[in-house]
């Protein structure tokens, strides 16, 4: 949307603002029904969260889903559907804007700086992060890579090539071969 575009629908919108624990919030109901809430800094003004959420086709409302900053830790006065999560060793990708500059975090990324490569790709209008690390040295192919969209939620799929799934196959016959003995208190016990 260019720049313009979406200052005209900003204005269009309903707002509600308040400051609250050193940030200003400030909540947009637009026309069409979608609603944004963003957080700045009270202070210097940065924006810290952006999340939409829309309707569903029934009219319940959606999840919230962040476009900017990051989620709400878990038992930080939310309930909701933090009790299955995933690993905390993943790498984590996130949008967090500067008054100054667009920002992308990869939190998680063990290893050190001169291990990535970070360029834009003029040609297909992209910032492309690479890594020399050669833990993949299969070829990719692109027949095996996929995508849908669903839930406000892209989708990319890339099959397990053959070679992948023989391995994980190998792997889980081993850990077959691993006894476990039941303690008399239930605990499992590993030998």
């Not at 060793?89 to 967090?96: D, G, V, W, Y």
């Not at 391995?167 to 691993?178: F, P």
């Amino acid at each position: 949307m260019a720049v313009t575009g979406w200052l005209e629908s900003l204005r269009a919108a309903e707002k509600t603002a308040l400051l609250q624990d050193g940030r200003r919030k400030v909540h947009y109901l637009f026309p069409d029904g979608k609603e944004m809430a963003e957080e700045y800094d009270e202070k210097t003004s940065e924006l810290l969260v952006r999340k939409w959420r829309v309707k569903s086709a029934l009219g319940a409302l959606g999840q919230w889903q962040i476009e900017v900053g990051e989620p709400a830790l878990p038992g930080a006065g939310s309930l909701g559907p933090e009790l299955i999560t995933e690993s905390n060793s993943n790498p984590i990708f996130m949008r967090k804007d500067t008054k100054m500059s667009f920002q992308w975090r990869i939190r998680n990324l063990s290893y050190p700086k001169d291990v990535y490569s970070v360029c834009v790709d003029q040609k297909e209008r992209c910032v492309v992060v690479r890594t020399t690390n050669k833990k993949y040295q299969l070829p990719l192919d692109d027949s095996s890579l996929s995508f849908a969209h669903a839930n406000c939620t892209l989708i990319i799929s890339y099959q397990k090539p053959k070679e992948v799934l023989v391995a994980e196959s190998n792997l889980q016959k081993e850990l077959k071969k691993v006894k476990t003995a039941h303690s008399s208190d239930g605990d499992c016990k590993t030998q």
